[in-house]
């Protein structure tokens, strides 16, 4: 393969891999947060991103007219929620902005604000930071999945098939999956700094299953770049690091979805 292809597939992989968008993730919850001041302890609190989801990415009623405010758009903003403030949702004779101010689901025919509970007014939302407060880890934790296990796939499948060229490929996967797993790292790390996420339950299995995963990719890519590797100990250690990448992202995707 000569080195024009060589570059031209590398493009298209990491085109192929970036493809994925996330959306639905806790930021569209905190949004819903500031704008109603949810309050603790009310069905809305409880609920969190079920307040718009039947599973996620399933949605229920109130979801979908989100979905539909939010069209094109990439943010979830507070005008966009205001927009549905006067409709009544699931029917039971109380408007949205009366149900999701006093803590009840506006998507639940069952879930009524309790008496006595006074509305909270609703407030405009700040303008989002430039920086959001899950620092692109959502975004990122994309690369070093599909890029190290698609070389996995293609160091094993180089080696069967003996065909160097194909090897070659798997290197670049697996060497630049390692350097974006730094990144999802780093920014894992800050996302839980800065929402606030204490270390228990699942997000201290990602976070050590993260630290884990991101030093045997590096294992891997240096073990590649240095020469072509092939001995059992070196296949048993991929494999091993395929099946933490895959723990990670699966445990991960727990955190956001549920």
Not at 30 to 57: E, F, G, R, S
Request: positive net charge; charged residues 15%; glycine residues 10%.
């Amino acid at each position: 393969m000569s080195p024009p292809r060589r570059f031209r597939f590398t493009l298209v992989l990491f085109a192929a891999v970036a493809a994925p968008v996330a959306w639905g993730l806790p930021a569209y919850w905190a949004t819903l947060q500031k704008v109603y001041m949810i309050q603790p302890d009310t069905d809305v609190a409880n609920a969190q991103c079920l307040t718009c989801h039947v599973k996620p990415p399933i949605r229920n009623a109130f979801g979908k007219e989100v979905e539909k405010a939010l069209g094109s758009a990439e943010s979830l903003t507070a005008e966009m929620l205001h927009g549905l403030d006067s409709l009544d949702t699931d029917g039971d004779g109380i408007s949205n902005e009366v149900e999701l101010s006093k803590g009840s689901l506006p998507a639940d025919p069952l879930s009524k604000p309790k008496k006595g509970v006074p509305a909270v007014r609703p407030r405009l939302a700040p303008d989002p930071p430039l920086i959001p407060n899950h620092s692109f880890h959502p975004l990122l934790v994309h690369f070093p999945i599909g890029l190290f296990l698609f070389g996995g796939f293609l160091d094993v499948l180089g080696f069967r098939s003996r065909r160097p060229s194909v090897r070659e490929g798997a290197t670049w996967n697996l060497s630049f999956g390692a350097l974006a797993g730094l990144g999802a790292l780093t920014t894992g790390l800050l996302a839980r700094w800065r929402m606030g996420f204490e270390l228990k339950g699942l997000i201290e299995v990602h976070f050590f299953l993260a630290i884990t995963t991101t030093v045997l990719m590096g294992m891997i890519a240096y073990w590649n770049l240095r020469r072509k590797p092939e001995g059992s100990a070196y296949w048993t250690c991929l494999a091993l690091a395929c099946a933490v990448v895959a723990a990670t992202g699966h445990f991960g995707s727990l955190i956001v979805h549920g």
